[in-house]
């Protein structure tokens, strides 16, 4: 009888050993919430900003976001600058931020359709990578088409072509992808 009941009394802590362990399920960090995207282009020739936007400010696509792009002067370097707002929040929460915080889990990345039109990185980060949070853009002739803006989460920085701006090769998570529409003239 005590081996009986010894037995059981083991048989019953172990059990409740094992369901007293079990650990809560592992959730996957979600990506921050971005609603705004306000890429401001100052020309080196000291004429007026630019400001492409980009606002979601449902923040989960069911609404239409507010786009709006903008003309620039062809023969031309502007300085940009990226701003990224979570305006769900109040006050708006700055993504920026957290970006220049883990600059080394984060890269834009600049297409245009555009042939004559260029953007290259104007930071980096600790490791000599590039971030995109500043830019050079240059124009060259007159033409229309678009700019996509593309942040990506936990890149491979180390990719063939990546530090280069091709997109490619990077991985990672998209956070936000924004198509700007542009004029050149």
């Known amino acids: 009888m005590t081996k ?7 048989v019953i802590s172990t059990a409740l ?4 362990c079990d650990k809560d399920p592992v959730v996957p960090p979600q990506p921050e919430l971005i609603t705004t995207v306000i890429y401001t282009l100052t020309p080196d020739d000291g004429g007026s900003d630019i400001t492409l936007s ?3 400010l449902d923040g989960d696509g069911t609404d239409v976001p507010v786009i709006v792009g903008g003309t620039l002067a062809a023969n031309q370097t502007y300085t940009g600058s990226l701003e990224l707002l979570n305006e769900l929040e109040s006050p708006a929460e700055i993504i920026t931020e957290e970006i220049e915080e883990e600059d080394e889990d984060h890269q ?4 245009s359709s555009i042939s004559d039109l260029t953007i290259a990185y104007g930071d980096q980060d600790a490791d000599g990578n590039p971030v995109g949070l500043s830019s050079t853009l240059s124009t060259g002739a007159a033409g229309s088409g678009t700019i996509t803006i593309t942040l990506r989460h936990e890149p491979n ?8 701006g091709i997109i490619t090769n990077a991985g990672g998570e998209t956070d936000i992808e924004v198509i700007f529409p542009i004029e050149v003239q």
Do not use: P, R, W, Y
Request: avoid cysteine; proline fraction near 0%; hydrophobic fraction near 55%.
């Open 4 to 10: 009986k009941f010894l037995f059981m009394v083991f």
């Open 17 to 20: 050993l094992f369901t007293a």
């Open 54 to 56: 980009f606002k979601d």
């Open 108 to 111: 834009f990345f600049f297409q």
């Open 157 to 164: 920085k180390s990719g063939e072509e990546v530090s280069n």
